[in-house]
């Protein structure tokens, strides 16, 4: 690529959905680099250990906590967080090297990351899934049987905490019927 196509490339746009566990976001974020062209997924560290079917560098990179640590100090993250009883982050440089490419990014994030970025790049969009009820995010989250009956409550927990802080998001979408929820994060990115 020569220097002038270089410039004359719009830069890609950053989205960053969040909201409590079990609300449905894997599969509106699955929908959504499916069916946006050129809309790419960073892939988080986490320090969390890897459940039945997860890959290192496909659903997370997979990372010690020394190494989360080491990391944090050479100022890589983007953001990082703290959430239910485990570290994530999101590569600074993952990110950049998308936008610059000309690519939107996708971000699913909890809270905290998501305000971080906002504050270091105001431009990105912050999106908020919603479950129709606490209730029915208990359903589900229970239902999904990948977490014990603490983890649940801790995900619980910080659910109505999450709730929260969703008016400061651009954008909320309620999860209610999953087809719609799926179409109307599509649009919005689009
Ligand atoms: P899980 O352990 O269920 O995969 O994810 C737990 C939570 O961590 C989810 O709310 C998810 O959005 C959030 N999360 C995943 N990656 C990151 C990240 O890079 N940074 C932050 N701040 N949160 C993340």
Same mark, same amino acid.
């Given at each position: 690529?020569?220097? =002038?196509? $270089?410039?004359? +490339?719009? $830069? #890609? +746009?950053?989205?960053?959905?969040?909201?409590? =566990? #079990?609300?449905? %976001? #894997?599969?509106?974020?699955?929908?959504?680099?499916?069916?946006?062209?050129?809309? %790419?997924? =960073?892939?988080?560290?986490?320090?969390?250990?890897?459940?039945?079917?997860?890959?290192? !560098?496909?659903?997370?990179?997979?990372? =010690?906590? !020394?190494?989360?640590?080491?990391?944090?100090? #050479?100022?890589?993250?983007?953001?990082? &967080?703290?959430v239910?009883?485990?570290?994530? !982050?999101?590569?600074?440089?993952?990110?950049?090297?998308?936008?610059?490419?000309g690519?939107?990014?996708?971000?699913?994030?909890?809270?905290?990351? &998501?305000?971080?970025?906002?504050? %270091?790049?105001?431009?990105?969009?912050?999106?908020?899934?919603?479950?129709?009820?606490?209730?029915?995010?208990?359903?589900?989250?229970?239902?999904?049987?990948?977490?014990?009956?603490?983890s649940?409550?801790? +995900?619980?927990?910080?659910?109505l905490k999450?709730?929260?802080? $969703?008016? %400061?998001?651009?954008?909320?979408?309620?999860?209610?019927?999953?087809?719609?929820?799926?179409?109307?994060?599509?649009?919005?990115?689009?």
């Open positions: 690529m020569t220097d =002038s196509t $270089k410039r004359n +490339r719009k $830069k #890609g +746009r950053l989205f960053v959905l969040s909201g409590p =566990s #079990g609300v449905g %976001k #894997g599969t509106l974020r699955q929908h959504a680099l499916n069916n946006v062209p050129n809309l %790419k997924y =960073s892939i988080s560290c986490t320090t969390r250990k890897p459940r039945d079917g997860e890959t290192d !560098g496909v659903e997370y990179r997979f990372i =010690s906590h !020394g190494k989360f640590k080491e990391d944090i100090a #050479g100022n890589l993250f983007l953001e990082y &967080a703290h239910h009883e485990d570290f994530y !982050g999101t590569l600074k440089a993952d990110v950049v090297n998308e936008l610059e490419k690519n939107d990014v996708l971000l699913e994030i909890d809270v905290q990351g &998501a305000l971080q970025v906002k504050q %270091k790049m105001p431009d990105a969009v912050l999106i908020f899934v919603a479950p129709p009820g606490i209730e029915e995010l208990k359903r589900r989250l229970t239902g999904r049987h990948t977490e014990n009956d603490k649940i409550n801790v +995900r619980l927990n910080n659910a999450e709730l929260e802080l $969703k008016d %400061k998001y651009d954008y909320v979408i309620v999860n209610d019927d999953l087809d719609s929820a799926c179409e109307e994060l599509r649009k919005l990115i689009l």
